[in-house]
C-alpha cells in the first residue's frame, strides 16, 4: 500500500478502460444515483399503495399488504438481492428465466433498482400506515359525516394530511435509499462503493479514493435533506406546528 | 425420499449445519458486541450532544452525521482497507467487530438522546426543587424514565443489526450469509441455500419483530 | 324524522347500548345527557351509521340506516353532523372546509358552493375569517365553521355530538347562540350535551342515559321539574349545583 498521499491519481488513467479515475468514481455516482432514484421512485408507489390498503377496512387485502411488509421488514436486504439475482430466474417458467438470464438488459441495474424499490417500500408502508393512522378517528367520521365515500375520504381528508405527518420519516428513508444501493455492488453493480474498491485495488491511493467517495456519499445525503426540507416548507400547513399530527 | 421443502436441500443443509451454525453463531456474537459497545459509546456520544459545552455537543453531532449519511458497505470497507495501511493486521472477521461498534454507536446516540429529551423539563425542575443534583436527578429519575421509552427503539435498532451483519458476506467473512454462500458455491446449488438464508433470517427476525411489537404497545400504555 | 328502534350494540363482550329507543319528530330539538360512558355520543353516531349496531333499526326519513343496501353517503349528505373536536380538515382553508362536501358530494359547482358557503361563514360571524386556516382560529371560531360546514349540505337534521365540551369556558357561548339560532328557525336537532341551559332554553325533550340505557325520555319542563328516575336526580343535583 502506498503511504504518499497523491491527489493527482484522480486524474491518472484507470487500468479498467473506463479513462481516468475521476471518471471511474463519476460512473459509479450515477450507478447509484440511477439506481437509488429508481428505487425511490417504486418505494414510494409500492409503498403508499400498500399503506393505504393496510388501514382499509378489506380484510384480505389487508392481511396480504401486512404479510408484504413483514416479509420484506425481516429479511436482510443483501439476502433480498441474491434471492432476486440468483434464484428467481431459476423457479420462474424456464423461458421468463432464461429471458432474465440472457436477454434482460442491465440485469443488475434491474435487479438492484427493483430489489430496492421492494425493500424501501415496506418501511414507506409502515410509515404510510401509522401516518393515516396517527390522524384522529373524527377526521374519518367527519369526512364520512358530511357525505363523502369512504375513497374519498381518503383522497381528500386522510391522505393529504397523512402524507406532510410522513415526509419527516420518509426523508431518513430516502436517504437510505441511496446507502442502501451500495449493497448491489454485492451482485456486480458498478455503483459508488464498487468503483472505489476498484480503485484502491488498482491505485493503492488508500486515504485519497476513500476521502473522495466518502464527500460523495456526504454530498448527496446533504441534497436529499435539502430537498426534503424545501418539500416540507411547501407543504406546510398556516397555523400548524411542521409534521404535527392531529 | 426427496429431501426438497420450500425450495430448500434440506440434506444438504443438514450435511453442512456445522459450517452453517457456525455462521449463525457469528452473526449473533457480532450483533451482541456492537449492540454493547455500540450502546455504551452511543450513551457518551448522546450525554456529549446534550451537553452545555459547544465543542463536545458539535464533535458529537459531526459524529453522528457523518456516520448517518454514508452507507454501512462503505464503512465496512473504510476498515478493511485502513487498519492493514495503518499497520494493523487483526484480519477482517475481527476488524469489523470495530467497524461494527462505531458505526452502530452513531445510531443509538439518537435514539438515547431522543429518549432523553422525551422527558419534561417539568421533571428535571421537579427533581431540583427536591435538592437532587443533576447527577442524582439524572439516576434517579430522568434516566429511568427514558429507558423504558427508548427500549422498544433500541431493540428495533438492534434487529436492524442483527440483519446488517449479513454485509460482512461482501468481504469474505462466513457469517450466517457467508457460510451460505460457501455452501451454495461448492455445490452449485445457490437457489437451494440463497432461499434457506432468506428463510433462516426471516424464522429469527420475524419473531423478535412481532415481540417487540407487542413490547412497543404495552410500553406505549403504560406511558 | 328520526326513528330509534330498540337499538343494541357490543364492542366483543361489552354491550355499549342496550335496547334503546326513541324518537324525534322534524322540528323537535332533543338533548341526550348523561354521565360519561353512558353511550350517548355512540348513540348518535349510530344515526347516521358512523357506528354500527348489531340489533334493533334505525330509520332517518324511512331510510334505514342499518340497512345494508342503503347509501350510506346519500344518507349522511342530508344529515349534518358536529363533533367534540370540531373536525375541520386542517390542510385546507375554511372556504375549502365549506366548499369540499357541496362539491364532491353535491356536485355544486364551485362558485354555486362558495356563495353558499360564504353566506353561512357570513351568519356565523366569520365572514373576515374566510381565507384562513383551522389551525389559526380559536377553538369556538372553529366549532362555528364546523357548524356552518354541516348547513353548507341543506341538512334534514343536525346532530351534535358534545359541540362545547372541548371549548375553553369563553368561548363556550358563542357557539350555543348559533345552536339556540338554529333551534329557533325550526331545525331538527338531537344534541348530546351538558348544557343544560342550552336543554331549558331550547329542548322540546330532553332524553336521560346511563349504561348504554335510555333510562328518561320526557317534556324538557317535566325532567328539569320532577325527574322519575333516582340516576336522573343525581346526575342534575351533580351537574347543577357545583
Redesign the interface.
Known amino acids: 500500500m502506498n503511504l504518499h498521499i497523491d491527489w493527482g491519481v484522480l486524474l491518472q488513467e484507470s487500468p479498467t478502460g473506463d479513462g481516468p479515475y475521476w471518471k471511474l468514481l463519476l460512473t459509479g455516482l450515477k450507478w447509484t444515483t440511477a439506481t437509488a432514484l429508481s428505487g425511490w421512485l417504486l418505494a414510494l408507489v409500492i409503498g403508499a399503495v400498500a399503506g393505504v390498503i393496510r388501514t382499509a377496512p378489506i380484510r384480505a387485502l389487508a392481511l396480504l399488504a401486512d404479510a408484504y411488509v413483514e416479509v420484506f421488514r425481516n429479511i436482510p436486504f443483501l439476502v433480498q438481492l441474491f434471492f432476486w439475482f440468483f434464484v428467481l430466474p431459476e423457479i420462474l417458467p424456464a423461458g421468463a428465466g432464461r429471458w432474465m438470464k440472457q436477454d434482460m438488459p442491465y440485469p443488475e441495474f434491474l435487479t438492484a433498482a427493483v430489489g430496492l424499490g421492494l425493500f424501501t417500500g415496506a418501511r414507506v408502508a409502515e410509515q404510510v400506515k401509522s401516518g393515516i393512522l396517527s390522524l384522529s378517528r373524527g377526521q374519518k367520521n367527519a369526512g364520512l359525516a358530511l357525505g363523502l365515500t369512504l375513497p374519498q375520504t381518503y383522497r381528500h381528508v386522510l391522505l393529504p394530511m397523512a402524507f406532510r405527518i410522513v415526509i419527516p420519516p420518509l426523508t431518513s428513508e430516502f436517504m437510505n435509499t441511496f446507502k442502501n444501493s451500495a449493497v448491489a455492488l454485492a451482485i456486480g453493480l458498478t455503483e459508488l462503493t464498487f468503483q472505489m474498491k476498484q480503485m484502491v485495488e488498482y491505485s493503492s491511493q488508500v486515504i485519497v479514493t476513500i476521502f473522495a467517495v466518502t464527500v460523495l456519499y456526504m454530498f448527496m445525503a446533504l441534497l436529499v435533506n435539502r430537498l426534503m426540507a424545501w418539500i416540507e416548507r411547501r407543504a406546510r400547513v398556516p397555523g400548524m406546528i411542521a409534521g404535527g399530527g392531529k | 425420499m426427496s429431501s426438497h421443502f420450500l425450495g430448500v436441500d434440506w440434506q444438504l443443509v443438514a450435511d453442512n449445519h456445522e459450517l452453517l451454525l457456525g455462521g449463525l453463531r457469528y452473526s449473533l456474537t457480532l450483533t451482541a458486541s456492537s449492540m454493547a459497545f455500540g450502546i455504551v459509546l452511543g450513551c457518551v456520544l448522546a450525554l456529549m450532544r446534550l451537553a452545555d459545552n459547544a465543542l463536545l455537543r458539535n464533535i458529537a453531532a459531526s459524529y453522528v452525521n457523518l456516520f448517518r449519511s454514508i452507507p454501512l458497505v462503505l464503512v465496512i470497507f473504510w476498515f478493511y482497507f485502513l487498519l492493514p495501511f495503518f499497520g494493523f493486521k487483526l484480519g477482517p472477521d475481527k476488524s469489523v467487530f470495530i467497524t461494527f461498534a462505531i458505526f452502530e454507536a452513531a445510531y443509538y446516540c439518537e435514539i438515547i438522546r431522543a429518549g432523553i429529551q422525551s422527558i419534561s423539563r417539568g421533571q428535571v425542575g421537579a427533581a431540583q426543587a427536591l435538592g437532587l443534583t443533576y447527577a442524582q436527578s439524572m439516576r434517579y429519575v430522568i434516566l429511568p424514565q427514558a429507558l423504558r421509552n427508548m427500549l422498544p427503539l433500541l431493540l428495533l435498532q438492534t434487529l436492524v443489526l442483527f440483519q446488517d451483519t449479513s454485509l460482512v458476506t461482501i468481504i469474505g467473512i462466513k457469517d450466517f450469509m457467508g457460510s451460505n454462500v460457501v455452501v451454495a458455491s461448492n455445490n452449485g446449488a445457490l437457489k437451494e441455500m440463497y432461499t434457506f438464508a432468506a428463510l433462516g433470517y426471516f424464522c429469527v427476525c420475524f419473531p423478535l419483530s412481532m415481540a417487540l411489537k407487542k413490547l412497543h404497545k404495552r410500553i406505549a400504555v403504560i406511558r | 324524522m328520526i326513528e330509534i328502534n330498540k337499538v343494541s350494540k357490543w364492542y366483543g363482550e361489552f354491550q355499549v347500548l342496550t335496547d334503546c329507543s326513541t324518537s324525534v319528530a322534524k322540528g323537535e330539538v332533543v338533548v341526550v345527557c348523561g354521565p360519561s360512558g353512558s353511550g350517548k355520543s355512540t348513540l348518535i353516531?349510530c344515526v347516521?351509521g358512523?357506528e354500527p349496531f348489531q340489533s334493533g333499526t334505525i330509520s332517518v326519513e324511512g331510510t334505514s340506516v342499518g340497512d345494508p343496501k342503503t347509501n350510506?353517503?346519500?344518507?349522511?349528505?342530508?344529515?349534518?353532523?358536529v363533533?367534540?373536536?370540531f373536525?375541520?380538515?386542517?390542510?385546507?382553508s375554511i372556504t375549502e372546509n365549506l366548499c369540499?362536501?357541496q362539491e364532491?358530494?353535491?356536485g355544486r359547482n364551485h362558485d354555486e358552493a362558495m356563495e353558499k358557503g360564504l353566506k353561512l361563514l357570513d351568519r356565523v360571524g366569520l365572514k373576515a375569517h374566510a381565507g384562513?386556516?383551522?389551525?389559526?382560529?380559536s377553538g369556538g371560531q372553529q366549532q362555528r365553521v364546523a357548524i356552518a360546514?354541516?348547513l353548507a349540505?341543506d341538512p334534514i337534521a343536525m346532530l351534535f355530538d358534545e359541540p362545547t365540551s372541548a371549548l375553553d369556558p369563553e368561548m363556550v357561548n358563542e357557539v350555543l347562540d348559533v345552536m339556540v339560532q338554529l333551534a329557533k328557525e325550526g331545525m331538527t336537532m338531537m344534541c348530546v350535551t351538558h348544557e343544560m341551559g342550552f336543554a331549558r332554553k331550547v329542548a322540546n325533550r330532553v332524553i336521560f342515559m346511563d349504561r348504554g340505557s335510555i333510562v328518561e325520555d320526557a317534556h324538557k319542563d317535566e325532567f328539569f321539574g320532577q325527574p322519575r328516575s333516582e340516576r336522573a336526580q343525581a346526575f342534575l343535583s351533580k351537574i347543577l349545583h357545583h
Open positions: 353516531k347516521n358512523l350510506l353517503p346519500k344518507l349522511r349528505a342530508r344529515v349534518g353532523m363533533f367534540q373536536n373536525e375541520l380538515f386542517p390542510h385546507l369540499l362536501a364532491k358530494v353535491l384562513k386556516f383551522p389551525g389559526q382560529l360546514r354541516a349540505m
